[in-house]
């Protein structure tokens, strides 16, 4: 199926017509169910317009351009093989955020502040993946973003919702104003925008180490890229949270997008130095995302730091590819391009479930502290049970998804011996211990995160009190379940789904997949590599049966029911069970570097009736080292500055004759 990009830009249409309706009901009793039906229809035909053309003809190409935006290029559209790709994954998420929101969204206090936002934030991020020249990208870009920091200010009058507005806003601008550079770098003095003239123009190495850069910075920072990530934790969970799925396993993937469409697409052959860049800060965002999120008690933080570890996963494969690709392995570099995009779908899939958990158990108790929480699997077993699914996959445990595009990534780092530069050699190997650290650390991570919200007692009356969630919700968590699970049994379909984006961008492909035997994938060789999830799955599935069905065969009349142990007391009440500062403790103590963690304990005189209190500090470095020297520094400059509005005409007139004049002669200096 040959796909024309100008049927995807009426489905884009559709959406902001949809924004325009939504304005005009939004206060309508009935507004929810239409605006997110209408998003839901819409997302589903688009969705289903990309996968076909994936599935058939993904190296067919089409370009449109409109009389818009800049006079001399307008506005061109193309949709490629990697466009295709990235267009499942957003429509994707918004085809199953707007069947979630169908049942959560009628709770929400303040629909008329989401409604109108939901739609034209699924047509930005549809835009920004079609866009074919700087101007389009980067308008389609700030549309996004506008329309994201809305959707998070949807409940504004709450202080720290304003503050992570504030915050996300000032990073989106600094993102922008970073690819605003970018582009213009790549242009160069011809001032041809769109990306054919950019790919024609071969910029030099020293551009090419600029725009890498400026690509790390504005497509990084709305990745959430260790130093730039301190936005996401406060904006993710801020929004309601079907848009923080969007935001988290989606949006994130748009700006990863933006960087592969200019690393490796825009700039040519790539150099090993940028592989050895993009392995570092890969590896930081990892393991320092998910340890954040291990000392986390707000399940929706905590969900919005493991994005941050999950990036970083992703940003480790791109790293490895590109070292690949600047030294002619181009069977390595696809392997490891093809884990990265497997990770960018999987993380889309198990990471919107497990918000869409949050969002259950938010509707049900209305709380997202889980020291409030526990004992939920009786009440809402259902939810349980997706949820579960969720925190197996994002783990990395088979047979799930998850699993599978990890194994490729670590299939892709055991290659580092064939890598001719030392700096490689000693980079790649490191970086895979910070993976496999990462990825011990995540399962501890969502065992807490499972453990203490739905195992248990209940810890408070709102819990006792919650019931099951909507079908709408519950119809879009299982499905997103279902699909962690066939990503993950049946990989190779994915993996040759991925081949012409992959055969487009390092120009060679993974071998197929379909045609081994017995369904299984093997990245290189049979001989040094093979992983049959089918197998693993029906292995998993019919010994957890055997077992189940001898223990209640000849074990359950041996069987005695009773009351928790108390450790020797009796009856310590929900209030004696591990909460997740205590569960955190022991990872907490041994990474404590990580966080400048300290503990203070207030211990009362003997025969005191004063409970002893424990007092634990943990410290974001990057904000800390990074931010808040640059907020006082902006301070300072704007105290000094601040006489500047106090001048007479006389001295504004010498202010403006001295710039033109320092103007003139740069422009005249200029070579």
Same mark, same amino acid.
Not at 92 to 103: D, P
Not at 339 to 361: D, E, I, P, T, Y
Not at 480 to 509: E, F, K, N, Q, Y
């Given at each position: 199926?040959?796909?024309?990009?100008?049927?995807?830009?009426?489905?884009?249409?559709?959406?902001? !017509?949809?924004?325009?309706?939504?304005?005009?009901?939004?206060?309508?009793?009935?507004?929810?169910?239409?605006?997110?039906?209408?998003?839901?229809?819409?997302?589903?035909?688009?969705?289903?317009?990309?996968?076909?053309?994936?599935?058939?003809?993904?190296?067919?190409?089409?370009?449109?351009?409109?009389?818009?935006?800049?006079?001399?290029?307008?506005?061109?559209?193309?949709?490629?093989?990697?466009?295709?790709?990235?267009?499942?994954?957003?429509?994707?998420?918004?085809?199953?955020?707007?069947?979630?929101?169908?049942?959560?969204?009628?709770?929400?206090?303040?629909?008329?502040?989401?409604?109108?936002?939901?739609?034209?934030?699924?047509?930005?991020?549809?835009?920004?993946?079609?866009?074919?020249?700087?101007?389009?990208?980067?308008?389609?870009?700030?549309?996004?973003?506008?329309?994201?920091?809305?959707?998070?200010?949807?409940?504004?009058?709450?202080?720290?919702?304003? %503050?992570?507005?504030?915050?996300?806003?000032?990073?989106?601008?600094?993102?922008?104003?970073?690819?605003?550079?970018?582009?213009?770098?790549?242009?160069?003095?011809?001032?041809?925008?769109?990306?054919?003239?950019?790919?024609?123009?071969?910029?030099?190495?020293?551009?090419?180490?600029?725009?890498?850069?400026?690509?790390?910075? !504005?497509?990084?920072?709305?990745?959430?890229?260790?130093?730039?990530?301190?936005?996401?934790?406060?904006?993710?969970?801020?929004?309601?949270?079907?848009?923080?799925?969007?935001?988290?396993?989606?949006?994130?993937?748009?700006? +990863?997008?933006?960087?592969?469409?200019?690393?490796?697409?825009?700039?040519?052959?790539?150099?090993?130095?940028?592989?050895?860049?993009?392995?570092?800060?890969?590896?930081?965002?990892?393991?320092?995302?998910?340890?954040?999120?291990?000392?986390?008690?707000?399940?929706?933080?905590?969900?919005?730091?493991?994005?941050?570890?999950?990036?970083?996963?992703?940003?480790?494969?791109?790293?490895?590819?590109?070292?690949?690709?600047?030294?002619?392995?181009?069977?390595?570099?696809?392997?490891?391009?093809?884990?990265?995009?497997?990770?960018?779908?999987?993380?889309?899939?198990?990471?919107?479930?497990?918000?869409? #958990?949050?969002?259950?158990?938010?509707?049900?108790?209305?709380?997202?502290?889980?020291?409030?929480?526990?004992?939920?699997?009786? @009440?809402?077993?259902?939810?349980?049970?997706?949820?579960?699914?969720?925190?197996?996959?994002? =783990?990395?445990?088979?047979?799930?998804?998850?699993?599978?595009?990890?194994?490729?990534?670590?299939?892709?780092?055991?290659?580092?011996?064939?890598?001719?530069?030392?700096?490689?050699?000693?980079?790649?190997?490191?970086?895979? #211990?910070?993976?496999?650290?990462?990825?011990?650390?995540?399962?501890?991570?969502? +065992?807490?995160?499972?453990?203490?919200?739905?195992?248990?007692?209940? %810890?408070?009356?709102?819990?006792?009190?919650?019931?099951?969630?909507?079908?709408?919700?519950?119809?879009?968590?299982?499905?997103?379940?279902?699909?962690?699970?066939?990503?993950?049994?049946?990989?190779?379909?994915?993996?040759?789904?991925?081949?012409?984006?992959?055969?487009?961008?390092?120009?060679?492909?993974?071998?197929?997949?379909?045609?081994?035997?017995?369904?299984?994938?093997?990245?290189?060789?049979? =001989?040094?590599?093979?992983?049959?999830?089918?197998?693993?799955?029906?292995?998993?599935?019919?010994?957890?049966?055997?077992?189940?069905?001898?223990?209640?065969?000849?074990?359950?009349?041996?069987?005695? %029911?009773?009351?928790?142990?108390?450790?020797?007391?009796?009856?310590?009440?929900? =209030?004696?069970?591990?909460?997740?500062?205590?569960?955190?403790?022991?990872? @907490? %103590?041994?990474?404590?570097?990580?966080?400048?963690?300290?503990?203070?304990?207030?211990?009362?005189?003997?025969?005191?009736?004063?409970?002893? @209190?424990?007092?634990?500090?943990?410290?974001?470095?990057?904000?800390?080292?990074?931010?808040?020297?640059?907020?006082?520094?902006?301070?300072?400059?704007?105290?000094?500055?601040?006489?500047?509005?106090?001048?007479?005409? @006389?001295?504004?007139?010498?202010?403006?004759?001295?710039?033109?004049?320092?103007?003139?002669?740069?422009?005249?200096?200029?070579?």
């Amino acid at each position: 199926m040959n796909l024309d990009v100008a049927v995807l830009l009426c489905g884009v249409a559709a959406l902001l !017509g949809t924004s325009v309706l939504a304005i005009a009901v939004s206060r309508h009793r009935s507004a929810t169910r239409l605006v997110y039906s209408a998003t839901l229809g819409i997302s589903a035909v688009l969705l289903a317009l990309a996968v076909g053309h994936l599935a058939t003809d993904a190296t067919a190409t089409s370009t449109v351009a409109l009389p818009l935006g800049l006079p001399w290029i307008g506005a061109r559209f193309h949709l490629d093989a990697l466009a295709t790709f990235f267009l499942v994954v957003v429509n994707l998420g918004g085809a199953a955020s707007s069947l979630y929101g169908l049942g959560y969204g009628l709770h929400e206090s303040a629909p008329h502040r989401v409604l109108p936002f939901f739609p034209a934030f699924l047509a930005g991020m549809n835009l920004v993946l079609l866009a074919d020249d700087a101007f389009t990208f980067l308008l389609s870009w700030e549309f996004m973003s506008l329309a994201s920091w809305l959707l998070v200010m949807a409940h504004h009058r709450d202080q720290d919702n304003r %503050r992570a507005g504030y915050i996300y806003l000032v990073m989106a601008s600094f993102g922008t104003f970073a690819l605003l550079l970018a582009f213009g770098l790549l242009s160069g003095s011809s001032g041809d925008y769109t990306f054919e003239a950019i790919r024609a123009g071969g910029p030099t190495p020293l551009v090419a180490a600029a725009v890498l850069g400026l690509m790390l910075l !504005g497509a990084g920072s709305k990745a959430g890229l260790v130093p730039l990530h301190v936005w996401l934790p406060l904006a993710h969970p801020a929004a309601p949270s079907h848009v923080s799925a969007l935001m988290s396993g989606v949006m994130t993937k748009v700006a +990863v997008y933006g960087f592969i469409r200019v690393v490796f697409d825009l700039l040519g052959p790539p150099s090993w130095w940028s592989g050895v860049v993009v392995l570092f800060f890969g590896g930081l965002t990892a393991v320092l995302g998910i340890l954040h999120a291990l000392m986390e008690k707000d399940l929706k933080r905590l969900l919005a730091y493991s994005t941050i570890e999950n990036i970083g996963i992703i940003f480790v494969s791109l790293g490895l590819a590109l070292a690949f690709g600047a030294n002619a392995m181009g069977w390595a570099a696809a392997l490891a391009l093809t884990a990265a995009l497997f990770h960018v779908l999987n993380h889309a899939f198990f990471k919107s479930l497990l918000f869409f #958990g949050a969002g259950a158990v938010l509707t049900a108790t209305g709380e997202r502290d889980m020291e409030k929480l526990g004992g939920l699997i009786h @009440r809402m077993p259902l939810t349980s049970f997706v949820f579960l699914v969720g925190c197996v996959a994002i =783990s990395a445990l088979p047979p799930f998804n998850g699993f599978v595009s990890e194994w490729l990534a670590f299939q892709a780092v055991l290659q580092s011996p064939d890598l001719p530069q030392w700096a490689l050699k000693v980079m790649v190997p490191a970086v895979g #211990g910070l993976l496999a650290l990462s990825a011990a650390l995540a399962a501890a991570c969502f +065992v807490k995160a499972f453990g203490i919200t739905f195992l248990g007692r209940p %810890r408070s009356a709102a819990v006792e009190r919650a019931q099951e969630v909507d079908r709408c919700s519950l119809a879009a968590m299982f499905i997103l379940a279902s699909l962690c699970l066939l990503a993950g049994i049946l990989p190779g379909v994915v993996i040759d789904g991925l081949a012409p984006v992959t055969l487009s961008l390092v120009g060679t492909r993974m071998p197929p997949q379909m045609t081994q035997p017995w369904l299984s994938i093997v990245p290189i060789a049979e =001989s040094r590599s093979s992983y049959n999830g089918l197998l693993v799955f029906l292995f998993i599935a019919v010994s957890a049966s055997l077992a189940a069905y001898a223990i209640h065969r000849f074990a359950s009349r041996a069987l005695r %029911r009773g009351p928790a142990w108390g450790c020797g007391f009796q009856d310590i009440g929900p =209030s004696g069970q591990y909460t997740a500062v205590s569960f955190a403790q022991p990872l @907490r %103590r041994v990474f404590a570097f990580a966080f400048r963690a300290s503990e203070e304990v207030d211990m009362p005189a003997p025969g005191s009736t004063v409970p002893a @209190r424990l007092t634990v500090t943990m410290h974001d470095l990057a904000w800390e080292w990074l931010y808040v020297p640059i907020t006082d520094a902006v301070d300072y400059a704007i105290e000094r500055l601040n006489y500047l509005q106090f001048l007479t005409i @006389r001295s504004y007139l010498s202010l403006v004759f001295v710039y033109l004049v320092a103007l003139l002669l740069a422009l005249t200096l200029w070579p």
